[in-house]
């Protein structure tokens, strides 16, 4: 019995060290970035409009085109923590104003690519598109657009 007693502060420690986010070994994260096509002439994208924008509040580009937002999975950790950390939401409480706007019938929800390539091709061929593009990922027909928080 006092072999089991000792253990458990042993057990407990390799637990804690497990699920502790800081010291967890991980992958490196990519830096995600906005992109859109080299023809759109944003040059910037504000904190409020980037909201706006991902809220599918605002639907339209200043030029007129329609914007199309091509994003990975909600659950995909880079555009995850880019959410996070520039728009001030949780992934979840993005994917709800997705599905409230699709349902009431207010705007199409983002477009689901599979990877960074996926969306590369899509938009250089899709019309007012936004992308969600690791920083690794160059292109000359796509800009990587500032958001400026």
């Not at 967890?24 to 759109?40: C, E, G, R, W």
């Not at 504000?46 to 329609?66: P, T, V």
Request: proline share 9%; glycine share 4%.
């Amino acid at each position: 019995m006092p072999i089991k007693q000792a253990q458990r502060p042993f057990r407990v420690f390799c637990l804690l060290l497990c699920l502790w986010p800081g010291l967890a070994l991980a992958t490196d994260p990519q830096k995600v970035h906005i992109a859109i096509a080299v023809s759109n002439p944003l040059s910037s994208v504000s904190r409020s409009e980037l909201i706006a924008i991902l809220s599918l509040q605002k639907r339209y580009w200043d030029n007129g085109e329609r914007i199309v937002i091509l994003a990975p999975a909600i659950t995909n950790p880079d555009f995850s923590r880019f959410i996070i950390e520039h728009t001030g939401l949780y992934p979840y409480q993005l994917q709800r104003r997705w599905d409230r706007s699709r349902f009431a019938g207010r705007g199409r929800a983002p477009i689901k690519v599979s990877s960074p390539e996926e969306a590369l091709r899509l938009l250089k061929t899709t019309p007012g598109a936004l992308a969600f593009l690791p920083s690794r990922l160059k292109d000359t027909e796509v800009k990587h657009v500032p958001s400026l928080d």
